[in-house]
């Protein structure tokens, strides 16, 4: 079956500085890629969708400057917490939709752990 | 808008025992529905989907669900639990009338006792 990476799958980060998480569809092309995020015991929130090549799509209340995802390419989408905050601590999923038949799948997921 | 409902936090089976984890739907096209497990600190993984067809669909690990249009419902089954199916199981829903999001239940916690 398709294969979504994360990477990396854990990270921990002084209150500040900024973290970069990337996603990789190993081998499929992904027209659409989704960032969830997962709070403890809680279910998956939409953060933003981004279609390769444009501007991603941000849900309601998520903080666009502070949340900033890029696009780059059919198989590579990054999300970037910038000026990261101990509220910041989640774990976060992607999750990359298959060009050809539309199924999507999901990372392993990051934990990000702002001291 | 879509939505999803999980109505149990949490449920309880004997191992051997059959297992319902129930979901029901709200879209305004036609909903494309998915199941999904998470073990902790993974990622989630597919277990089956309803796209058109037959009602009933059969997913990976033995799980099966039934798509009852009447009662916008997606319940997820298995005739016999394994200690191993506990987990987070999440129930999805996309707009196939053109909808490009999915949209997550809560989440059900299955425990499954030996």
């Known amino acids: 079956g398709a294969v979504v990476s994360q990477h990396p799958s854990r990270v921990i980060c002084k209150s500040g500085t900024s973290v970069k998480i990337e996603c990789r569809s190993l081998?499929?092309?992904?027209?659409?890629m989704f960032w969830y995020r997962q709070f403890p015991k809680k279910s998956l929130m939409l953060m933003a969708t981004?279609?390769?090549?444009?501007?991603?799509?941000?849900e309601q209340g998520v903080e666009k400057d502070k949340f900033l995802i890029n696009h780059a390419s059919l198989t590579l989408s990054t999300l970037t917490v910038t000026s990261a905050h101990p509220e910041d601590s989640s774990f976060y999923i992607c999750?990359?939709?298959?060009?050809?038949?539309?199924?999507?799948?999901f990372g392993p997921g990051t934990r990000l752990t702002v001291l | 808008a879509q939505s999803v409902a999980q109505p149990e936090d949490q449920v309880n089976v004997a191992e051997g025992n059959p297992l319902t984890v129930k979901c029901t739907y709200s879209?305004?096209?036609?909903?494309?529905l998915f199941w999904y497990v998470q073990y902790p600190n993974r990622g989630l993984q597919f277990l089956l989907k309803?796209?058109?067809?037959?009602?009933l669909v059969k997913g990976s690990y033995g799980f099966e669900a039934e798509f009852n249009k009447s009662q916008t419902s997606f319940h997820l089954k298995k005739p016999s639990a394994l200690v191993s199916d506990s987990a987070l199981y999440f129930c999805?829903?996309?707009?196939?009338?053109?909808?490009?999001?999915?949209?997550f239940g809560a989440g059900t916690r299955l425990f499954v006792k030996a």
């Open positions: 999750s990359a939709r298959e060009k050809r038949e539309g199924h999507q799948f």
């Open positions: 081998d499929f092309q992904a027209t659409t």
């Open positions: 981004s279609n390769e090549g444009s501007k991603a799509t941000y």
């Open positions: 879209v305004s096209g036609n909903p494309y």
């Open positions: 309803y796209i058109t067809g037959d009602n």
């Open positions: 999805a829903v996309r707009d196939g009338g053109g909808g490009f999001k999915t949209i």
